[in-house]
């Protein structure tokens, strides 16, 4: 069979979360190029995997890229894997696959765990359209730059950040969002301690200052687009509104309302009060 790279997802903490295709695959290749072999190696002990390891980190990738691709060449396929999850996503790996496809070798993906992905699946917030921004950048003038640069992106907009950072960022983005903007906090995934969160961002930020562990692991944070409540006619928010109260409860209706168009909860609860009361005449 002709050499591939293959680019292999890895658990991002629940080792049975490792695909049987992941494990064959790793197996069945010349060489593993690890982002840390140092932690790369566990997960091979663990899965009894003897393929020979070799660091290809964001410091080595671009000297390393030409050893690789030479191996490639000569008939050996590599397997490309990352500390945990989907390699090149906010990992190193980009410089390889795109070296790779320039020599015409086949870049084959063998899926799996992702915690952006996994984020985004649990949270509770608009899922159709979204954008992955990786980390946001350590210096609070940069950051409130990037996030001025993003308040107005109506699909939801995804973010890892480090636990050291996470209550400076999440104080900017309320500042640069707003207070009552929605967001998912998702931390741990997979792991003993997970923790799955959404709610406005001051309340958050008020749960992680008084929860030092949450300070603690890794940190995926899904924000919800802007909705600019001022593109809504008061006439269509309760058409809308009309219809959820149809199946929903006052509460659950209000909710959602808030949800999909930012409104302040007391006043979406309070219309949709107003709204039943007048079904009930």
Request: charged share 25%; hydrophobic share 45%.
């Amino acid at each position: 069979m002709t050499a591939q790279l293959f680019v292999v997802a890895t658990p991002i903490g629940h080792l049975d979360d490792m695909s049987f295709r992941a494990i064959e695959t790793l197996k069945s290749v010349d060489l593993i190029a690890a982002e840390d072999t140092r932690q790369s190696i566990q997960l091979l002990k663990h899965f009894n995997i003897q393929t020979p390891l070799t660091a290809c980190h964001d410091h080595n990738e671009s000297h390393k890229i030409e050893t690789l691709i030479e191996k490639m060449i000569a008939g050996q396929s590599i397997a490309l894997i990352s500390d945990a999850g989907t390699p090149l996503i906010s990992d190193p790996g980009f410089k390889l696959v795109r070296a790779a496809q320039a020599h015409d070798i086949k870049v084959t993906p063998v899926p799996g765990a992702c915690a952006a992905i996994a984020a985004l699946s649990a949270v509770g917030l608009p899922s159709d359209r979204f954008s992955f921004q990786g980390f946001l950048p350590s210096k609070s003038t940069q950051r409130i730059a990037e996030l001025e640069r993003l308040k107005h992106e109506t699909q939801t907009l995804i973010f890892y950040e480090a636990p050291h950072r996470i209550l400076a960022s999440l104080k900017d983005m309320a500042s640069v969002f707003g207070a009552d903007r929605y967001i998912g906090f998702a931390r741990e995934i997979t792991k003993t301690f997970e923790t799955i969160k959404k709610m406005p961002l001051h309340q958050l930020i008020e749960f992680v200052e008084q929860d030092h562990h949450q300070q603690k692991g890794e940190i995926v944070l899904v924000v919800a687009g802007k909705t600019d409540i001022t593109d809504v006619t008061d006439a269509k928010l309760d058409e809308i509104m009309q219809r959820l109260l149809q199946d929903l409860s006052v509460k659950a209706a209000a909710q959602v309302a808030t949800d999909l168009f930012g409104i302040k909860k007391k006043v979406a609860y309070q219309r949709a009060l107003e709204l039943m009361q007048q079904n009930d005449e």
